[in-house]
């Protein structure tokens, strides 16, 4: 149970984040924070664990304040997210907490092999990762690629597991090849297991989409 100071943080923090992504492009808006921080919820009341919910939704909410691709550098980053969390009275272990969820999160995106050490990072990390999942995470996927002028799918390039890190910079990349790349892996990266549950039923609608995407590309009525 959230306490009634943590509800008004928590309320203030939404409307901070709101108001620095409610025009972001880059697959980092609004939006997306707010099914990652629905997703860590749902998560979080389901694991058996203890959880302090407190640090998950606020991790959740920040968990791309910070991030690289919205800041000048990385440690603009990090500043703007601790002078947020500096004006309110957080114990020191919840906000060492929640900076560590945000910095894992923000800096190494999904490549990252490196386990979170509290739950509720694990958790975070999860909703982030099922959110490049399913529908949604095809939708911003194509969005993605198109914002770089990317093509949808070149017949010419085969969909590799595995891109040398030169071609993953070059940009070459299709939107297709982004799901052999990263989105078909992330099952098997699930940290919990509500998240591995609702990973398995997003993946599968993945496999059934690419299924249909080649018939239909190959002209199948
Ligand atoms: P997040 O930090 O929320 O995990 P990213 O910044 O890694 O997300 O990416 C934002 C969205 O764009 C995700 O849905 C991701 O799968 C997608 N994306 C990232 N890189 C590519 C790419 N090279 N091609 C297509 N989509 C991409
Ligand atoms: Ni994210």
Sequence with gaps: MLSKVQKIIIKDTEEYVFQLLKDDASGHDWWHIDRVRKLA???AENELEDINLFVCEMAALLHDVADGKLNNTEAEGEKKVRNWLSQYRLTKKESQQIME???HLSYKGGTN?????SIEGRIVQDADRLDAMGAIGIARTMAYSGSKNRLIHDPAKKARDHLTIEEYRSGEDTAIMHFYEKLLRLKNEMNTTVGE????KRHSYMED???EFYAEWDGER
């Design 197 to 200: 549950q609702l990973a398995e």
């Design 41 to 43: 919820k749902n998560i």
């Design 113 to 117: 092999k490196v386990v979170l050490s």
């Design 209 to 211: 989409y690419l299924k």
């Design 101 to 103: 969820i945000i910095l």
